[in-house]
Each structure stands twice: as C-alpha cells, then as structure tokens.
C-alpha cells in the first residue's frame, strides 16, 4: 500500500545523546512533510515541518533535514531526555485528488538512562 | 488537550456487531480525516470530509461508511465487525483543503476490540 517508508523500526540511545531518525519517501511531487511524536495510549503530536523548496529546519531541540535527490528525510533530537521516548512518524502530503497525509510505518525511539 | 475530541475513548465489541465512532474538530476546522492505525503499525488513511462534503477516501473499507454533520462533527460507522478491525481509530482536523500545510490536530484516538 502507499506509504512513505522508514529505514529502522527501533532505535534505542543513551539519555543526553542525540538521536537521527530516518525517512524515505517515493513522491518526488510531495511538497511538505511532516514529523509527528505519537506517546504510548495518544494521537499523533505535531513536532516539525518542512516544505520541500528547503532543505533543513530546525525547531528547540529538533532540526529536519531534507534531501530531494535521494528523498530522503531525516529528524535530528538533540540532547535526548526521558520524554522523547515515543514512536516518531514521518508524513508526506501528497495530493491525489485531494491533499492528504500519508504516513510511514514509524520508529520506535527507546532512550535508556 | 489538541481541541480534538473522540468518543468513546475505548470500545469492546462483539464479531458482527456494528458502532459508531464519533470525532469533534478543533474549534473552527472545517476539514476531517479519519486513520485507522493496527498493532505497531503507521496510520492508514481512511477518509476525508470537508464542511459535510466527502473530499477524498483511502483504503476503506465498504464495511465502512463516514459522515459529516452540519455542526462539522463527524461520525465513522463500522459494520460486521471482524476480528481484523481491532485497532486504533483517529481522527484529525484541519482548517480547509489547501491549508493542510498548517498542519492537521489529531484526537486521542478510540481503541476499537473486536472480540
């Protein structure tokens, strides 16, 4: 099915490293993407965006990095705490017929004290 | 609280039965989109409405069916419920077609078992 696919499943760092999660996506059309934080028993929370005519953002504590030759996306998390513990979900907005968000599988970030 | 309300908050049921999950959109959207998310699994999109109008549909099932009232409140209907249909259900607003960019709120989400 459609999906936007993700490198690693799990990812599991020391507490104060930082973390890089992976994205890849097929949509060479897609001009917006998106990261979301999704905690165990919650929906999806927002945490950064980035069209496609740039290729980093940085946010507090976070910076996306998109690369359109390779369509790669990536979500940096400086300084990893307890709380970043979470499943993260890179999002591509496609249009097809109508705009919509697709979503990648997700990965699992663990940070271990 | 993302100003995104679904209820209930979790649903048990029995094979065949059928329920409806409703969804409130955050105060002045208009557009809403419902995920079906599976064990360990990314969000699937279901459906689209926009101001009571369908915009767009994913990989729903014909089982089931979705609306949009006037008050922008929108309700999914799951029929002959399966087994396979446990999972999570979410619903997420954005202002209007065009403004996705500005990002979509998603609710807490109804954990649906199907028993």
């Known amino acids: 099915g459609e999906s936007v696919g993700l490198h690693l499943p799990t990812l599991s760092v020391q507490e104060g490293d930082n973390s890089i999660i992976n994205c890849a996506y097929s949509?060479?059309?897609?001009?917006?993407f998106i990261w979301y934080k999704q905690e165990s028993g919650k929906g999806p929370q927002f945490i950064i965006d980035?069209?496609?005519?740039?290729d980093k953002r940085q946010g507090q504590r976070v910076t996306v990095l998109l690369n359109k030759t390779v369509k790669h996306l990536s979500l940096q998390i400086a300084a990893t705490q307890p709380g970043d513990s979470a499943v993260y979900f890179c999002?591509?907005?496609?249009?097809?017929?109508?705009?919509?968000?697709?979503f990648g599988q997700g990965t699992r970030l663990t940070i271990n004290p | 609280d993302s100003g995104v309300t679904q209820t209930p908050k979790h649903l048990i049921t029995a094979t065949g039965q059928r329920v409806t999950l409703r969804c409130s959109p955050r105060?002045?959207?208009?557009?809403v989109y419902w995920y079906q998310q599976s064990l360990d699994q990314g969000l699937q999109f279901l459906i689209q409405?926009?101001?009571?109008?369908?915009?767009a549909k994913g990989n729903i099932l014909e089982r089931f069916s979705a609306q949009q009232f006037p008050d922008l409140h929108s309700e999914l209907n799951l029929s002959s419920l399966e087994l396979g249909d446990s999972a999570l259900y979410f619903c997420?607003?954005?202002?209007?077609?065009?403004?996705?960019?500005?990002?979509?709120?998603f609710g807490s989400g109804t954990r649906l078992t199907v028993v």
């Open positions: 999002a591509e907005n496609r249009y097809q017929g109508a705009q919509k968000l697709v």
């Open positions: 949509n060479s059309a897609s001009d917006y």
């Open positions: 105060s002045g959207d208009l557009s």
């Open positions: 997420a607003s954005s202002a209007a077609p065009g403004r996705e960019r500005d990002g979509y709120t």
């Open positions: 409405y926009y101001n009571g109008e369908e915009r």
């Open positions: 980035i069209r496609s005519n740039m």
